[in-house]
């Protein structure tokens, strides 16, 4: 089946998931309907009527997604679904081009391709209303930006997506370093490194070896490229740009409901972290600062060394990065597990992991985990019994089985270069300076 049948029978079982979450919402108690949707139509809603949307409580993402679901009130109250659906479609179309210009086999960019279209999982967020395949689209697309070259188009997409939803913030340092003189030079487009078969491959690792002190000096002074200036000029101007802009418009209330929040975010209610029940325990009284900075001192820690060892494998970075962030996240929900799916089949070309038995054994473990603390929270939402102590052991077991996973991942994976470094011999420098010269 070529790339255009996947998209349309992919399109079709997502359209049909639409009108089916409409009968079950009209004719069942649970409704298929994600309540956040409920939350994103009532903002746009008010946007629509030239109110602000911070007037709908739990409203707290960026004005723009509530002026992109303006239709909801004019068209059909299902036009955001249609619109996330279609981005999901939209990152299966990005993962094809991602994975063709790295020259993987066809059959392979299909078989990757799928992982994402028919995984239930990602299928059902868009269908069921929530807006992460919108954030999944504009970072596969800023990928495909610096892989084209187009350094000051990403930079763009970035500070969109960073104002959008915070987390791809955690994406900034792996990108500057990826814009090495080496790789970036003006006017020219990026040489990428090509796929290689599994048994022509070598597992590579990055090279950690400390410089001497001229080595330093010209790392340091390279670290200030026009590519790097320009990318941090270009993303921070459109982040500063799209905040100011709606601090003018909504205030404060702006300012601490889409961005503020989510770092000082914490949640008193069940979800996989295994925070939460510190946070349950003591929501009445204030976490001090030094509080919240512990629980973020074990993620900035993981992402420094992920960032050290992968920033040059860009794909792969990203999603060691992302599966990590949401395994030590204070607050994760299930709709968290897309930011990292969406990046999975743009590595699974570069892993020498089995599906038997060790690829099934990490799906068996990872979802075995998840069932296991879903059971605990159904008979303490739905029939109100006492197992906070049982969900919190889950939650510890579910993060386990995420850095079970996480190292497999990365001990089978085939450490590969997104860029190939331009080396200049002393030849070539001798011609510059004698071009120079003359």
Same mark, same amino acid.
């Given at each position: 089946m070529d790339v255009r049948s996947l998209l349309l029978f992919s399109a079709l079982l997502r359209v049909l998931l639409i009108i089916y979450g409409e009968w079950q919402d009209a004719h069942m108690e649970v409704r298929y309907t994600d309540v956040d949707y409920l939350v994103f139509s009532d903002a746009a809603s008010l946007v629509a009527s030239g109110k602000s949307p911070y007037q709908r409580s739990t409203y707290r993402y960026s004005p723009l997604l509530a002026f992109l679901l303006v239709p909801n009130s004019i068209i059909h109250p299902s036009w955001g679904k249609f619109l996330f659906s279609a981005s999901d479609l939209l990152v299966g179309l990005f993962i094809h081009t991602i994975l063709e210009l790295r020259k993987v086999p066809e059959n392979l960019c299909t078989c990757a391709l799928m992982v994402w279209l /028919?995984? @239930? /999982?990602?299928? $059902?967020?868009? #269908?069921?209303?929530?807006?992460? @395949?919108?954030?999944?689209?504009? !970072?596969?697309? %800023?990928? %495909?930006?610096?892989?084209?070259g187009k350094v000051l188009q990403a930079a763009f997409w970035y500070g969109l997506v960073v104002h959008f939803r915070i987390y791809p913030i955690i994406y900034s340092i792996p990108i500057i370093l990826v814009l090495d003189p080496h790789c970036f030079q003006y006017g020219l487009k990026p040489a990428l490194s090509s796929w290689v078969g599994q048994e022509n491959s070598t597992r590579s690792i990055p090279s950690t070896a400390v410089p001497d002190s001229c080595g330093i000096w010209i790392a340091l002074t390279s670290m200030f490229t026009r590519a790097r200036i320009m990318f941090g000029l270009i993303s921070g101007a459109v982040f500063f740009a799209f905040t100011g802009l =709606? =601090?003018? *418009?909504?205030?404060?209330?702006? *300012? +601490?409901e889409a961005l503020l929040y989510h770092? #000082?975010?914490?949640? @008193?209610? +069940?979800? =996989? $972290?295994?925070? /939460?029940?510190? !946070?349950? *325990?003591?929501?009445?009284h204030e976490f001090s600062v030094v509080e919240r900075l512990i629980s973020f001192l074990p993620q900035f820690l993981v992402q420094l060394v992920l960032i050290i060892c992968f920033a040059q494998d860009l794909p792969f970075c990203f999603f060691a990065q992302t599966v990590a962030f949401v395994a030590f996240n204070k607050v994760i929900t299930a709709q968290y597990f897309v930011w990292f799916f969406c990046l999975l089949p743009l590595i699974l070309p570069w892993s020498n992991m089995k599906l038997k038995w060790t690829? *099934? $054994?990490? %799906?068996? /473990?990872?979802m075995g985990a998840q069932t296991h603390w879903l059971m605990w929270g159904y008979l303490l939402e739905f029939k109100g019994k006492n197992v906070f102590l049982e969900l919190w052991i889950a939650s510890i077991l579910f993060l386990a089985a995420n850095t079970f996973v996480l190292i497999k991942i990365i001990r089978y994976h085939t450490f590969s270069p997104l860029f190939q470094r331009l080396e200049f011999s002393s030849s070539d420098n001798d011609l510059r300076e004698g071009k120079k010269s003359n």
């Amino acid at each position: 089946m070529d790339v255009r049948s996947l998209l349309l029978f992919s399109a079709l079982l997502r359209v049909l998931l639409i009108i089916y979450g409409e009968w079950q919402d009209a004719h069942m108690e649970v409704r298929y309907t994600d309540v956040d949707y409920l939350v994103f139509s009532d903002a746009a809603s008010l946007v629509a009527s030239g109110k602000s949307p911070y007037q709908r409580s739990t409203y707290r993402y960026s004005p723009l997604l509530a002026f992109l679901l303006v239709p909801n009130s004019i068209i059909h109250p299902s036009w955001g679904k249609f619109l996330f659906s279609a981005s999901d479609l939209l990152v299966g179309l990005f993962i094809h081009t991602i994975l063709e210009l790295r020259k993987v086999p066809e059959n392979l960019c299909t078989c990757a391709l799928m992982v994402w279209l /028919f995984n @239930p /999982f990602t299928f $059902s967020i868009g #269908t069921r209303g929530n807006c992460e @395949p919108i954030v999944c689209a504009m !970072i596969l697309w %800023i990928i %495909i930006c610096l892989m084209n070259g187009k350094v000051l188009q990403a930079a763009f997409w970035y500070g969109l997506v960073v104002h959008f939803r915070i987390y791809p913030i955690i994406y900034s340092i792996p990108i500057i370093l990826v814009l090495d003189p080496h790789c970036f030079q003006y006017g020219l487009k990026p040489a990428l490194s090509s796929w290689v078969g599994q048994e022509n491959s070598t597992r590579s690792i990055p090279s950690t070896a400390v410089p001497d002190s001229c080595g330093i000096w010209i790392a340091l002074t390279s670290m200030f490229t026009r590519a790097r200036i320009m990318f941090g000029l270009i993303s921070g101007a459109v982040f500063f740009a799209f905040t100011g802009l =709606f =601090f003018y *418009l909504y205030g404060w209330e702006f *300012l +601490h409901e889409a961005l503020l929040y989510h770092l #000082t975010r914490t949640d @008193p209610r +069940h979800n =996989f $972290s295994i925070y /939460f029940y510190h !946070i349950y *325990l003591n929501y009445e009284h204030e976490f001090s600062v030094v509080e919240r900075l512990i629980s973020f001192l074990p993620q900035f820690l993981v992402q420094l060394v992920l960032i050290i060892c992968f920033a040059q494998d860009l794909p792969f970075c990203f999603f060691a990065q992302t599966v990590a962030f949401v395994a030590f996240n204070k607050v994760i929900t299930a709709q968290y597990f897309v930011w990292f799916f969406c990046l999975l089949p743009l590595i699974l070309p570069w892993s020498n992991m089995k599906l038997k038995w060790t690829g *099934l $054994s990490c %799906i068996l /473990f990872w979802m075995g985990a998840q069932t296991h603390w879903l059971m605990w929270g159904y008979l303490l939402e739905f029939k109100g019994k006492n197992v906070f102590l049982e969900l919190w052991i889950a939650s510890i077991l579910f993060l386990a089985a995420n850095t079970f996973v996480l190292i497999k991942i990365i001990r089978y994976h085939t450490f590969s270069p997104l860029f190939q470094r331009l080396e200049f011999s002393s030849s070539d420098n001798d011609l510059r300076e004698g071009k120079k010269s003359n």
